[in-house]
């Protein structure tokens, strides 16, 4: 089976611009998560969807806002860029969400924000 | 999700065991303890996970306290490959949604 995908890998991008992050789940997991993480707060979680509805959202900004598609892919959006929004942006995806589930996480994708 | 206590760091050396603790106190009684480890540049990955009875599986083993206010996630033979950071997670048994909360984890640094 193929793990779970992000694209794009690495990213650059301007304060005030927006910027939209792919992810493709392991084929059949319903169930897709975001996480931030950063040098100095470590992980934090954004946001999970379920069978394209939003589920579970962390502590961010409206800035921060996804979506997840009828085939679990699942996109995450931030508009209007800050500094502080450069971060490993990572997703996870499990079968079913429940609390002995396993996620699995992609690789990450890097965005800089200048 | 209760919170969970690690050590910031822990070194090893090659081909020794490694026991890795965490203390979660505040553990409800259908809480799983998880643990995830991450390895440089990559996403975490799971490693193991339990709620009563020590576990085992091909990475690692886990040891659960009867009181399961501690745990101790065991590497048998540390290898360099196993260098990373570990995070002691807990997640309610009940379906409420894939969030992990994750502390600040412990960076186990192995020595050849």
């Known amino acids: 089976k193929a793990g779970v995908t992000q694209t794009p890998r690495y990213l650059i991008k301007t304060r005030g611009q927006q910027v939209t992050l792919s992810c493709s789940p392991i084929?059949?997991?319903?169930?897709v998560s975001w996480y931030q993480q950063t040098p100095g707060q470590g992980l934090q979680f954004l946001f999970e969807?379920?069978?394209?509805?939003?589920?579970n959202k962390g502590n961010f900004p409206g800035r921060f806002s996804g979506r997840q598609f009828s085939n679990s892919r699942s996109e995450m959006n931030v508009s209007t860029l800050e500094l502080g929004d450069s971060a490993l942006y990572l997703c996870?995806?499990?079968?079913?969400?429940?609390?002995?589930?396993?996620?699995?996480f992609g690789p990450g994708t890097r965005l800089t924000v200048l | 999700d209760a919170k969970t206590t690690q050590p910031n760091s822990m070194e090893s050396n090659e081909e020794e065991p490694v026991h890795l603790p965490c203390n979660h106190s505040?553990?409800?009684?259908?809480?799983?303890i998880h643990w995830y480890r991450q390895l440089p540049s990559q996403g975490p990955e799971y490693v193991i996970h339990?709620?009563?009875s020590n576990v085992n599986n091909r990475m690692a083993s886990l040891a659960i306290a009867e009181d399961r206010k501690s745990s101790t996630l065991i590497l048998h033979r540390a290898t360099l490959r196993d260098a990373a950071v570990y995070y002691c997670?807990?997640?309610?048994?009940?379906?409420?949604?894939?969030?992990?909360?994750f502390g600040g984890g412990t960076r186990l640094m192995v020595k050849p």
């Open positions: 084929s059949g997991h319903r169930s």
């Open positions: 969807y379920f069978s394209e509805t939003q589920r």
């Open positions: 505040t553990i409800s009684g259908t809480d799983y």
């Open positions: 996870a995806s499990s079968f079913l969400g429940t609390g002995t589930d396993t996620q699995y």
């Open positions: 997670i807990l997640r309610a048994h009940n379906n409420a949604g894939n969030m992990l909360t």
């Open positions: 339990g709620l009563t």
